[in-house]
């Protein structure tokens, strides 16, 4: 079965970095685009940034541009997230996703997602 799994979350102050991993097993990984999404306490689900199956092409939502670098590596299955400068608002539950590389659809809706991971919390203090 397709198992996405998230880790690299954790409890840091403001301004400080870290890197999310998210490993893949059970799908040819090079064939699907990834995505991070997050979800923040009380707040809907948000897209943040998307990578193309050959890592080529990345799309960030507003608030993460020139924080957050999406990456992956497709040798080692390893989907990557990483955020500088971190902020309180950033405070979510991170979750990877796949999608066909070629499916139709806007990348920023989770809908157009097909495998999901766990999450990993992020939480930033003031």
């Known amino acids: 079965q397709v198992q996405l799994v998230e880790s690299g979350g954790g409890l840091v102050q403001a301004g400080a970095s870290l890197r999310l991993s998210c490993a893949a097993s059970g799908l040819t990984f090079r064939s699907f685009a990834m995505g991070w999404f997050r979800q923040g306490p009380g707040k809907e689900r948000e897209f943040v940034a998307t990578?193309?199956?050959?890592?080529?092409?990345?799309y960030y939502t507003d608030s993460v541009k020139g924080r957050f670098t999406i990456s992956r590596d497709n040798g080692k299955n390893t989907l990557y997230l990483q955020m500088n400068s971190l902020k309180p608002e950033d405070t979510a539950v991170y979750f990877c996703?796949?999608?066909?590389?070629?499916?139709?659809?806007?990348?920023?809706?989770?809908?157009?997602?097909?495998?999901w991971g766990q999450g990993t919390q992020v939480t930033v203090s003031s």
């Open positions: 996703a796949a999608r066909l590389a070629f499916s139709s659809g806007a990348y920023y809706l989770g809908s157009e997602y097909h495998y």
């Open positions: 990578i193309s199956g050959s890592g080529d092409n990345t």
